[in-house]
Structures are given as structure tokens and as C-alpha cells.
Nanobody
Framework: QVQLVESGGGLVQPGGSLRISCTFSASVIRFYAMAWHRQAPGKQRDLVASITSGGSTNYADSVKGRFTISRDSAKNTVYLQMNSLKPEDTAVYYC?????????WGQGTQVTVSS
């Protein structure tokens, strides 16, 4: 059973920074791509960033140059470093992976950008 657990969300002022983490239960996941999605109230869940097992990354246009996804295989953890945060980044952020054709999501962590 694969479990993804996010942490590190919170309230931050516009222009501030925050790092959220996703720890996964099965070490085999380090061989699979991971991604962060987010969902704002009343909106669909959208891809924010993804990272392959080899470290190749991809970002939504709205976060390019501000967010950085990374992974530490030794710690079974994926990170999302968020800089220059804007109010429109406010959302619940979800960790995601697809393992053997099954989608796995974390429970989500709330990120609120507000003064």
C-alpha cells in the first residue's frame, strides 16, 4: 500500500516563501515520477510541477521561475519550494504518483497567501 503524506503548508504573506514536503511510504516510489497538484476553492485540480525518477522537471506556466520541485530518494521525500508567492497560489496542494497504473494522492496541505 502506497501512502503519501504532505506537510509544511500554512499562511504566508504575498512575496514570501514556503516549502512543502511529501513523504511516501514505499521506497520503490523513488523509481517513479512524482508531482504536485493544487486545487483552489471552486476550481479544478491542476498540475503544478512534476519530477521524474531521474530528476527531470516540468512546471505549469503560472509557477515557472518561482517554484522548484525536488526529491531526496534517501528520505523518500519530494519537496516543493515556493518563492514569490501570490494570493492566487492559495490552494490545497496535493502530492501525486502513479504506481503500477494506480493513482495515489496525499491528503493535501493548505497553503494560504494573504496579508
Amino acid at each position: 500500500q502506497v501512502q503519501l503524506v504532505e506537510s509544511g503548508g500554512g499562511l504566508v504573506q504575498p512575496g514570501g516563501s514556503l516549502r512543502i514536503s511529501c513523504t511516501f511510504s514505499a521506497s520503490v516510489i523513488r523509481f517513479y515520477a512524482m508531482a504536485w497538484h493544487r486545487q483552489a476553492p471552486g476550481k479544478q485540480r491542476d498540475l503544478v510541477a512534476s519530477i521524474t525518477s531521474g530528476g527531470s522537471t516540468n512546471y505549469a506556466d503560472s509557477v515557472k521561475g518561482r517554484f522548484t520541485i525536488s526529491r531526496d530518494s534517501a528520505k523518500n521525500t519530494v519537496y516543493l519550494q515556493m518563492n514569490s508567492l501570490k494570493p492566487e497560489d492559495t490552494a490545497v496542494y496535493y502530492c501525486y504518483t502513479n504506481y503500477y497504473g494506480n493513482n495515489y494522492w496525499g491528503q493535501g496541505t493548505q497553503v494560504t497567501v494573504s496579508s
